[in-house]
């Protein structure tokens, strides 16, 4: 099982907290694919389009048998049957699963970046992220994410929230 992959979840439209209950939920129901560390919830100003409601995030960390492009697809599978809908760029969505890290490894797909591209200027992935893998060193930047939150210049606002004991309950 493949260990240190992060999944950066998202929500700002409709039960925001029970988009991100039942991710993490399918999450841990993938074959071979096992959730084995979870951030608390933040709660987030919206990137990019402004006008629309502030967000729910977090990260997970996943154990996994799966390659990366088989996970990928997954998280699309996953997204759809929670009831994504297409949207804008920066747009209001039901839930975002982004693969942000698969161990070291580095990939360069049409659909598929990993480690995510933007990672280090989006304080809404990398606060959670921080939160449990402080220690991890992206493998193309070379600075673990406390060094990148450090750099981070994203101004945006991110606020744990009381939700995180809910989800672990759960």
């Known amino acids: 099982m493949s ?7 998202g929500s700002n ?14 999450l841990n129901e993938l074959s071979s694919t096992k959730v084995v560390g979870m951030s608390s919830v933040y709660q987030t100003e919206p990137y990019g389009n402004k006008d629309q409601p502030e967000f729910l995030n977090m990260a997970v960390e996943l154990e996994s048998s799966m390659d990366a492009g088989e996970l990928f697809s997954r998280l699309k599978s996953i997204e759809a049957k929670l009831g994504r809908h297409s949207t804008e760029r920066w747009g ?26 933007v990672i280090g200027h989006r ?20 600075k673990n994410i406390s060094e990148l939150l450090a750099e981070c210049t994203d101004a945006g606002v991110v606020r744990k929230t009381e939700l995180t004991t809910r989800l672990q309950e759960h």
Request: proline share 7%; hydrophobic share 40%; no cysteine.
């Open 13 to 26: 439209v409709g039960d925001r907290f029970g988009y991100l209950d039942s991710a993490v939920k399918e």
């Open 92 to 117: 209001p969505r039901e839930i975002d699963l982004d693969l942000l890290y698969f161990g070291r490894q580095v990939v360069n797909q049409k659909n598929l970046q990993v480690p995510h591209p």
């Open 123 to 142: 304080r809404f992935v990398l606060v959670p992220l921080n939160e449990i893998a402080h220690f991890f060193i992206d493998p193309v930047r070379r």
């Open 3 to 9: 260990r240190h992959i992060y999944i950066g979840l």
